[in-house]
Nanobody
Framework: QVQLVESGGGLVQAGDSLRLSCAAS????????MGWFRQAPGKEREFVAA????????DYADSVKGRFTISRDNAKNTVYLQMTNLKREDTAVYYCAAVTASGIAYYTSNYDYWGQGTQVTVSS
């Protein structure tokens, strides 16, 4: 089992950058593929980015491709989401999630563990 705690959210202006972190408990972090999702008010939770256990494979939603970068540090049990050129439509609660998978996963139903979320608000 793994516990996930997100941090790094906040209020920023359009065009700014922000880095989210997700710290995982336990000694088997490298066994989990990780993902970032987000949920805006009144909308479904949506896929943002995912990374494989080793970090060698990543993928992104089209809406964030070229602006967001997912990475992980298995020695620190942490996954990151670097967000640049933020837009108002990026405003949401951002969640990290973990699954014991060899590749990467795109759907909320794929993931076994979730953090509590961190709010990102982008003003224009």
């Amino acid at each position: 089992q793994v516990q996930l705690v997100e941090s790094g959210g906040g209020l920023v202006q359009a065009g700014d950058s922000l880095r989210l972190s997700c710290a995982a408990s336990g000694r088997t972090f490298s066994s989990y593929a990780m993902g970032w999702f987000r949920q805006a008010p009144g909308k479904e939770r949506e896929f943002v980015a995912a990374i494989s256990r080793s970090g060698s494979v990543t993928d992104y939603a089209d809406s964030v491709k070229g602006r967001f970068t997912i990475s992980r540090d298995n020695a620190k049990n942490t996954v990151y989401l670097q967000m640049t050129n933020l837009k108002r439509e990026d405003t949401a609660v951002y969640y990290c999630a973990a699954v014991t998978a060899s590749g990467i996963a795109y759907y909320t139903s794929n993931y076994d563990y979730w953090g509590q979320g961190t709010q990102v608000t982008v003003s224009s």
